[in-house]
């Protein structure tokens, strides 16, 4: 089993809807981050959380410490919001483990 | 402006052949990664470096090989032995305290012909 599990591993939806993706984990964390992963294949970091939640613009992230568990939600989803989206959890410096990704297709 | 840039972005090479995956930052980051992301998985560590020549393994080292002498460069060597080095490789910096805040490069995407 992996350490970090995402759900779903794809997700496609119609523009405008509210969109929910899954994370839970197995091991003890120091942070939990979301990364934004687009086509051409360079990645970036969208959220890194400890506790609680957060928000920057459409984009919403939660983590649940005592579940493990975290989800990212998009509000009034738009077709540049397709990417891949990783979830991926800080042990140490150099020990991050990454979830298998979300592929997000938002249609217009 | 600040950030990691990995070349070349795509590579073919014929079996046999050794391949370097080139990664210069300018953030002035102490620590440097290596990850490999094939389809269906998460990225795997392959080698990280937090100084100047210096270097470890990873969870996925073998048939790779780094070196580690600036602190703007950090390149990966596939070597012949790595039996399946078809992937798409992603180079990555940060500090080397506190928050595991990882800066990405755009990737290379290696296949073996």
């Known amino acids: 089993k992996n350490e970090v599990e995402q759900s779903p591993q794809n997700l496609t939806a119609q523009e405008g809807e509210f969109i929910t993706i899954n994370c839970s984990y197995s091991?003890?964390?120091?942070?939990l981050h979301w990364l934004q992963q687009h086509p051409g294949g360079g990645i970036v970091s969208l959220f890194m959380?400890?506790?609680g939640k957060k928000k920057h613009g459409r984009l919403i992230a939660t983590i649940n410490i005592q579940e493990k568990h975290s989800s990212l939600h998009i509000t009034a989803s738009h077709p540049r919001d397709s990417a891949v989206y990783i979830c991926?959890?800080?042990?140490?410096?150099?020990?991050?483990?990454f979830g298998a990704g979300t592929r997000l297709t938002v249609k217009p | 402006d600040g950030g990691i840039t990995q070349s070349p972005k795509y590579l073919f090479r014929k079996e046999g052949q050794n391949v370097t995956l080139s990664c210069e930052q300018n953030l002035n980051h102490d620590a440097m990664y290596w990850y490999r992301q094939d389809p269906g998985q998460g990225l795997r560590l392959i080698y990280y470096?937090?100084?100047?020549?210096?270097?470890q393994k990873g969870d996925i080292a073998e048939g790779y090989s780094v070196s580690r002498e600036k602190k703007e460069s950090f390149p990966l060597t596939v070597t012949s032995a790595q039996k399946n080095p078809t992937a798409f490789y992603l180079c990555a910096s940060g500090a080397t305290s506190g928050a595991n805040v990882l800066t990405f490069g755009a990737g290379s995407r290696l296949t073996v012909l």
């Open positions: 091991v003890g964390i120091s942070a």
């Open positions: 470096s937090q100084i100047v020549n210096d270097f």
């Open positions: 991926a959890v800080g042990r140490n410096n150099n020990d991050m483990r």
């Open positions: 959380l400890s506790s």
